[in-house]
């Protein structure tokens, strides 16, 4: 993340108490960055603080800056266990028929 000043970061932690706009956050790089849950959640975690998000959550800063950096991959088990943890959202997995127009 760019180098921020203190203002705007307390600011942006400020908005990140509160659930409704962390959830809306991190749904919103997902649907409409098209990001991956495991990169969406990376960007919401540098947006919110990893200080934060280890409180949140119950982890270490350590385990949250390594997944933040790529140097550790989450399984899909322990992401939606975090998810639902910090951000009250439900993590599933879907599979469905690719929309075709009518004359297919």
């Excluded at 705007?8 to 956050?25: H, I």
């Excluded at 959550?57 to 997944?67: E, K, N, R, T, Y």
């Excluded at 322990?78 to 599979?95: A, M, Q, T, W």
Aim: net charge positive; hydrophobic share 40%; proline share 2%.
């Amino acid at each position: 993340m760019a180098n921020r000043n203190k203002s705007y970061n307390e600011v942006l932690a400020q908005k990140f108490k509160k659930p409704k706009y962390a959830r809306g956050y991190l749904l919103n790089i997902i649907e409409r960055e098209k990001l991956s849950v495991d990169e969406a959640l990376r960007e919401t975690i540098k947006a919110m603080g990893l200080k934060y998000f280890a409180d949140k959550s119950g982890l270490s800063i350590q385990a949250v800056s390594d997944f933040v950096s790529g140097r550790q991959k989450w399984s899909m088990d322990k992401l939606s266990n975090h998810i639902e943890d910090v951000f009250k959202l439900k993590v599933r997995l879907s599979v469905e028929l690719p929309r075709t127009s009518k004359s297919a």
